[in-house]
């Protein structure tokens, strides 16, 4: 008789093992999966992505991200054929696997081998848990099937490799081979790979710089799973320390975007090394508590290539170096007079041959005085910047304007700040406020020929700067600061500046060539003075080493712009011969500058006027655009493209009458 029990049995096996899937099924779907998405250290970098600086994480640990594509397939492969070879092919544990350690643990009483795939390591790490019990154990096989219902196995091999401890405070692939290796993950030797490989499995008992013997043995065992021959390569002894370069912008960059967590800079590792290296070198020799400052950037472009806001990121020999000294605004002694004489280029108030008269003048309650006390007579607008007078850029401001002055370091992207709140004639030589970075980037406008030049430490912040004067007046400005006679044994060529603030409380140099722009100030911070600290007996010869560290020969100069007037002093035209009081007065009105017939090349010009009756007025092609005027300086307002008649007539009715032509 035909028996339906077999069949029976085999629905009722049936049935049971279809309801244990679904309820082993919904048993994984209840998993509350631990976050995934884990905090990572705050990374700067520079122009090529080479990491400068990494923050702690929570609990002090670090812990670098792990970005697809910046791992050696030498290692994820090792990894996989030493921890888990059917790691591609199991659904988060692997059962044989686990047979064999359960087997083990009931014979024991306890986990004698782990059985754990890669993913269910990623479960353990994830929840910070231990698997030293069965519950352990249990908890992370629930965890690792519910992963792999989440993620691709891609993702998990990823999480290992960001969350996995090497020892100490450090997690993660990347952050270990750059305290192991000091490199990045992205090419490592087979004996470096096997190393990453073991050490996660023990990773305080095989540090390699505190138990080396076991750490070469862990590292053997992996390569002879894996087949790979012994390494002879010694294990390394010490752990080294994650980047900490340009220490000070990477802590006002995440002060300004806390939330970001990579900041990719215009910086050069290689150049910032080097200048750090300069200034400590030269930090070593200065008296306690004086600081040193640096600042180098591409004026071409405006990306700044290093920034060192003090030798030492710490209060070591009393020198404040927590504080940003490429920021502080400092009196920036003598290093705004090549500024000034731009300015009365451009404007046709001097020439680089103009004669000056270096000698006792009380400009107002204000009477200036040379550096030395001395005073030199009548001199050349040349070599008054060149040897830096006081009296002529102090008259050539008062002609142009203290304000004007003002106007042009914020048109340069300076931002000054004024002790008193309105400037007057001590702006010329010092009385302002401008920190590093405000010089360099007027440095740097005089370097591109008087255009401001948009200087950032982190590409996408470039725009186009405006002209702020005429590249004539800039250029003559450059050949005066490139004929300054260098420090003892340093190249010729380079256009700089050097100053010192009143009280010896900073020390400053400046110099460009075709391509770059440093700047470098010493003093201390807390602003007391510095006896006998001079610009150019102790900031330029830095200056010169720190361009000597950079290339190996400056970069040319632009060629003098077509409009340049090269002459000497007796070939000038007569109102540009001499400069102030000695010049001729005139019963009837003259337009001194420009000169009749002169080509121009901005459309916006300042007329100078000699002789006549004030009050003037002004005519632009026969319609007036100015009158009541009580000064001998007149801006006219925007001339056409080509020929332009300027006509200026007298209190009495006299009158005087140029022609130009603007050529932009």
């Not at 076991?214 to 980047?243: E, I, W």
């Not at 000054?416 to 740097?444: N, T």
Request: with cysteine.
């Amino acid at each position: 008789m035909f028996s339906h029990r077999p069949f029976i049995a085999l629905a009722v096996c049936l049935l049971t093992i279809a309801t244990t899937r679904d309820a082993w099924d919904a048993w994984v779907a209840r998993t509350v999966l631990p976050l995934t998405l884990a905090e990572t250290s705050f990374e700067m970098r520079d122009r090529d992505g080479v990491l400068m600086r990494a923050f702690d994480i929570e609990d002090g640990r670090v812990r670098l991200a792990v970005l697809p594509g910046s791992v050696d397939p030498t290692l994820t492969n090792m990894l996989i054929a030493y921890e888990d070879k059917r790691f591609y092919h199991h659904n988060g544990v692997d059962a044989r696997a686990m047979l064999r350690a359960f087997g083990q643990a009931a014979t024991s009483g306890k986990v004698v081998s782990g059985g754990s795939t890669l993913t269910m390591q990623v479960a353990r790490l994830l929840e910070n848990s231990g698997t030293g019990s069965m519950h352990g154990k249990w908890r992370q096989m629930r965890l690792a099937w519910a992963l792999e219902r989440s993620l691709s196995k891609d993702e998990i091999l990823h999480l290992y490799l960001q969350h996995a401890p090497y020892g100490g405070r450090i997690e993660g692939v990347r952050s270990a081979s750059l305290v192991w290796f000091g490199k990045e993950p992205t090419r490592l030797s087979p004996s470096e790979a096997a190393l990453l490989v073991a050490l996660p499995q023990a990773p305080e008992a095989r540090r390699p710089d505190r138990f080396p013997d076991a750490a070469l043995n862990a590292r053997d065992r992996v390569l002879a799973r894996v087949g790979v021959a012994a390494s002879q390569a010694d294990v390394p002894r010490k752990m080294g320390h994650l980047p900490r370069l340009a220490p000070h912008l990477a802590d006002a960059l995440r002060g300004a975007n806390p939330h970001a967590r990579r900041f990719p800079t215009t910086l050069s590792v290689a150049v910032q090394q080097k200048m750090e290296t300069v200034v400590r070198t030269h930090a070593a020799g200065q008296r306690s508590g004086v600081s040193v400052a640096l600042i180098a950037l591409d004026h071409t472009n405006g990306e700044v290539l290093a920034r060192i806001g003090a030798p030492y990121y710490s209060d070591a020999n009393g020198a404040l170096g927590f504080i940003d000294m490429t920021r502080a605004k400092r009196s920036p002694g003598s290093t705004l007079k090549p500024l000034i004489y731009g300015l009365a280029f451009d404007r046709g108030l001097a020439h680089p041959e103009t004669v000056f008269a270096d000698r006792p003048t009380r400009f107002g309650r204000y009477a200036p005085q040379n550096f030395d006390g001395q005073f030199r007579g009548d001199v050349t607008a040349r070599d008054a910047l060149s040897l830096s007078l006081n009296i002529p850029p102090v008259a050539l401001t008062e002609t142009l304007g203290p304000d004007r002055l003002m106007a042009a370091m914020r048109a340069f992207g300076a931002e000054p700040i004024l002790p008193g709140g309105q400037a007057g004639l001590a702006v010329a030589l010092g009385g302002v406020g401008l920190s590093l970075e405000d010089i360099a980037r007027m440095y740097a406008g005089l370097a591109q020929l008087g255009v401001e030049v948009s200087v950032s430490d982190q590409r996408g912040d470039e725009r186009p700067g405006h002209r702020v004067m005429a590249p004539r007046a800039a250029w003559q400005v450059g050949d005066i600061l490139r004929g300054i006679a260098p420090p003892a044994g340093a190249p010729g060529g380079l256009a700089y500046k050097t100053g010192t603030s009143y009280g010896h409380r900073d020390a400053w140099a400046f110099g460009y060539d075709g391509q770059h722009v440093i700047g470098v100030w010493i003093g201390r911070p807390d602003g007391t003075p510095v006896p006998g600290a001079f610009g150019a007996d102790h900031a330029a010869p830095l200056l010169f080493e720190a361009f000597g560290r950079l290339k190996p020969s400056f970069t040319p100069a632009q060629a003098p712009p077509s409009d340049t007037l090269i002459s000497t002093t007796a070939d000038l035209p007569a109102p540009l011969r001499r400069f102030g009081l000695a010049r001729p007065t005139h019963a009837n009105p003259v337009l001194a500058f420009p000169p009749d017939g002169a080509v121009l090349a901005q459309a916006e010009t300042v007329i100078k006027v000699e002789g006549g009756v004030l009050p003037l007025t002004v005519l632009l092609n026969g319609a007036p655009v100015a009158s009541g005027l009580h000064t001998r300086h007149i801006e006219v307002g925007s001339l056409g493209a080509g020929f332009s008649d300027i006509a200026v007539i007298d209190a009495a009715g006299r009158s005087t009458r140029i022609a130009v032509e603007l050529r932009p």
